[in-house]
């Protein structure tokens, strides 16, 4: 059985010009850090030309295909009929994205079908965690 998802996803940049460029994103998913998806962004759509990832929580993703959520760097809400808004923010600035909202159910369709929600604790190692905290710590 496979122990992570990624899925491309088509995102439009908001800018400041009228048209809004559709770059291509990857969500990742990885049963061996079953809390947390990634979202990527190809060097050549950033203003600094190097890949661009983002960490955060599957649940913040979830929450906010059907209502507002997020309050720190990553914050996400719906849109429209079926959007979603992503907003990153950094002391550079502010990156906000659109995907369709199909797209990211169908991504957390996958990822609760690998790992269901609640169950996340049972992918994790607690033992194993301990000891590498206290041995990064000593």
């Not at 060097?43 to 600094?48: G, I, Q, V």
């Amino acid at each position: 059985m496979s122990t992570a998802i990624e899925q491309t996803v088509e995102a439009r940049l908001v800018a400041a010009a009228p048209r809004m460029p559709t770059i291509p994103a990857t969500l990742f998913y990885d049963r061996l850090d079953p809390f947390a998806v990634r979202m990527s962004f190809p060097a050549p759509s950033t203003l600094e030309g190097v890949e661009v990832r983002w960490t955060f929580a599957r649940e913040l993703l979830m929450a906010g295909l059907d209502a507002p959520e997020g309050h720190g760097d990553v914050r996400v809400r719906p849109y429209g009929y079926d959007r979603t808004v992503l907003e990153f923010h950094s002391p550079e600035g502010t990156a906000v994205v659109h995907v369709r909202s199909g797209e990211i159910r169908r991504f957390l369709r996958a990822t609760t079908d690998l790992v269901p929600v609640g169950a996340e604790h049972r992918q994790r190692d607690l033992d194993q965690d301990l000891a590498d905290l206290l041995r990064e710590a000593g």
